[in-house]
């Protein structure tokens, strides 16, 4: 090999090698996303009823039920799209009573209580997919949102 091919070659493994950043980007500017449950005179709901997420964006979903019942939120195939680094309840002074970790499909939050869902989206979506209240009759109330992932 002449000196030439040599530097070439050292020089293209150089710029292959991959490139890491610094910290844990899924904790890195964390965007607030709050979701409202309720119910008002026109059914029961989740406010706002559109979302847009972008790829390795981190957000803490912010579930707050303002109901007098229990909601939950199901991501449906969103959650093939995400990746959940955790769920934590707090108490009402705030202070953490339970913080859950792995796959984690819907969850359901009581009367007047608030959840947050911290999620990193990994895939985008070529159209809206929906997320929803599953607890009978609820969806069928109005329980729905829909979701693009950029």
Not at 37 to 51: A, R, S, V, W
Not at 93 to 115: C, D, F, Q, S, Y
Request: net charge negative; with cysteine; hydrophobic share 45%.
């Amino acid at each position: 090999m002449n000196p030439q091919t040599i530097a070439c070659t050292v020089l293209a493994f150089a710029l292959a090698t991959p490139v890491y950043a610094e910290g844990d980007l899924s904790r890195a500017n964390v965007i607030d996303v709050v979701i409202e449950m309720g119910t008002n005179d026109d059914g029961m709901y989740l406010k706002p009823d559109n979302y847009e997420f972008v790829t390795g964006q981190a957000y803490k979903l912010i579930l707050i039920n303002v109901d007098e019942i229990k909601h939950e939120l199901s991501l449906n195939e969103m959650v093939e799209r995400i990746f959940t680094r955790k769920i934590e309840i707090a108490d009402e002074k705030g202070e953490l009573v339970a913080e859950i970790k792995g796959n984690v499909r819907e969850v359901e939050v009581g009367a007047g209580k608030t959840v947050e869902w911290f999620i990193v989206p990994v895939q985008t979506t070529d159209e809206p997919i929906e997320i929803t209240c599953e607890i009978p009759g609820h969806l069928e109330a109005g329980m729905r949102a829909s979701v693009m992932i950029k």
